[in-house]
C-alpha cells in the first residue's frame, strides 16, 4: 500500500524489506499493488534520493538493473497490475520510472495500465520527477494522438480513421480504397496489424472469430503504403536526441515485437541490448 512503504504487497505475497516500515500502515493507503520488493542497493541514506521502477514485465528488467547497479544507484522495483489509489495522499519522495507498456495486456495486465494512468499524474501533482510521464504515457497508449502528433509538426501520415467497436468496421472500411491495414490504437509488436487486398477478406475477418479487439476497443483502418524496400525503419530517441534507426524486414508479417518471449523471429531483444538482432534487423549508421 502506498505509506510508509510506498506499495505493499497484499497478504498472501511478502511485503518488501527495506528502511521503510512493513508493519501494517495506518488508514486510508493510497495504493495497494500487487506486489513489491527492494533492490539490493539500498539508500545509504534517507536523505539519498531513491528511483521507484513501475514494471509489469519481469522480463524486460535485467539491462535496467544491471545498470542501476553498476552506476550504485538505490531502486525499488514495483510490479503493477491494479490497484487502489487514495487521492487525498501523499506519495513518498523520489524519482519515478515507468515501464508500463501498451502491451501488457497480451500477458494479462491490463489493470496495471488503467491505475499507472491516474498514478502518474497523481505523482506529478505532487511534483514528484516521474521519467516517462503522464504525457509520453498517454501518447504511447493511443496510435490516434501519435497520428495528430506527427500531423501537428508536419510529417505526412496515410489516411487513417479510428472506429470505436466492432459493428462499424465494415461500413469505414468502404471509405477507404484497398488495401489498407487494421491496427490496434493500444498496444504494441504490431498487434492487430494486418493487410487486407479486398473487402470480402475484411468482411470474413470481422465477422470471424480470429478477429480480436483492441482493449479499449477502438481499431484503427489505415490506407497502406507499400514500402519501397520491403521493409520499416524504426527510429529510438531519447529526451528529444535521436539514438538509432534501425530496419525491419516486414514480409513475414508486421508483428516485430523487440522482445524473444514474444516470438521466435523477433527482430531485437531489449533483454540482451542492440548485440541482439535478428538477420532480417540492422542497424544504420549514425
Not at 109 to 134: C, F, K, M, P
Not at 155 to 168: F, K
Not at 220 to 236: C, D, F, K, M, N
Request: aromatic content about 6%.
Amino acid at each position: 500500500m502506498f505509506g510508509p512503504t510506498l506499495f505493499r504487497a497484499p497478504s498472501a505475497a511478502p511485503v518488501a524489506e527495506g528502511p521503510w516500515p512493513t508493519k501494517e500502515p495506518p488508514m486510508s493507503p493510497v495504493l495497494s499493488l500487487s506486489r513489491a520488493r527492494v533492490a539490493p542497493s539500498a539508500p545509504r541514506s534517507a536523505t539519498e534520493t531513491r528511483l521507484h521502477v513501475l514494471y509489469e514485465n519481469a522480463a524486460w528488467l535485467a539491462p535496467l538493473e544491471d545498470a542501476l547497479k553498476a552506476q550504485g544507484v538505490p531502486y525499488v522495483l514495483h510490479f503493477v497490475d491494479g490497484g487502489t489509489l487514495d487521492l487525498g495522499s501523499t506519495p513518498p519522495p523520489g524519482v519515478y520510472l515507468n515501464r508500463m507498456s501498451p502491451s501488457s495486456h497480451t500477458r494479462g495486465h491490463q489493470g496495471g495500465v488503467q491505475v499507472v494512468r491516474d498514478l502518474l499524474v497523481w505523482l506529478e501533482a505532487h511534483g514528484r520527477t516521474v521519467i516517462n510521464g503522464s504525457r509520453a504515457f498517454e501518447l504511447e497508449l493511443s496510435k490516434v494522438r501519435q497520428d495528430l502528433a506527427l500531423r501537428r509538426v508536419g510529417l505526412r501520415t496515410p489516411r487513417t480513421l479510428s472506429v470505436v467497436g466492432r459493428s462499424g468496421l465494415k461500413a469505414a472500411a468502404r471509405t477507404l480504397d484497398v488495401p489498407f491495414i487494421t491496427k490496434h490504437n493500444q498496444g504494441g509488436k504490431g498487434l492487430g496489424v494486418k493487410l487486407f487486398r479486398d473487402l470480402d477478406a475484411f468482411d470474413a475477418y470481422v465477422d470471424g472469430p480470429d478477429f480480436i479487439e483492441d482493449p479499449g476497443g477502438v481499431t484503427l483502418l489505415q490506407q497502406y503504403i507499400t514500402p519501397a524496400s520491403g521493409r520499416i525503419t524504426r527510429v529510438e530517441l531519447v529526451d528529444g536526441k535521436f539514438v538509432y534507426a534501425m530496419h525491419s524486414s516486414t514480409e513475414d508479417g508486421f508483428e516485430l515485437c523487440p522482445a524473444p518471449e514474444c516470438s521466435a523471429d523477433d527482430a531485437c531483444c531489449p533483454i540482451g541490448g542492440l548485440r541482439s538482432l535478428h538477420p532480417r534487423a540492422g542497424l544504420l549508421p549514425r
